[in-house]
């Protein structure tokens, strides 16, 4: 984490480039009536959202800690 953690516009980028994708293939299976594998293509996105969403909070607290001391030093 030392090195700077900011988000960067490139992580946005790429959970909204999965998410789209995520959801297009979602549409196509359940159009093509293959419900089972949109379901598992939804299962699949949602726990790499998790992970992502847990991986960037990660980072803002690890940020907002460091601003913390930050403040403390210079008080």
Same mark, same amino acid.
């Given at each position: 984490m030392e090195g700077g953690g900011i988000v960067e516009l490139h992580d946005v980028l790429r959970v909204?480039? @999965?998410?789209? #994708? @995520?959801?297009?293939?979602? #549409? =196509? =299976? *359940?159009?093509?009536? $293959? $419900? *089972? &594998?949109? &379901? =598992?293509l939804f299962f699949v996105g949602y726990i790499y959202m998790t992970i992502e969403l847990l991986r960037l909070l990660k980072l803002f607290f690890y940020e907002i800690s460091t601003f913390l001391e930050w403040l403390l030093m210079t008080s």
């Open positions: 909204a480039g @999965i998410g789209l #994708l @995520i959801a297009i293939l979602h #549409l =196509f =299976f *359940e159009s093509t009536g $293959k $419900k *089972e &594998f949109a &379901f =598992f």
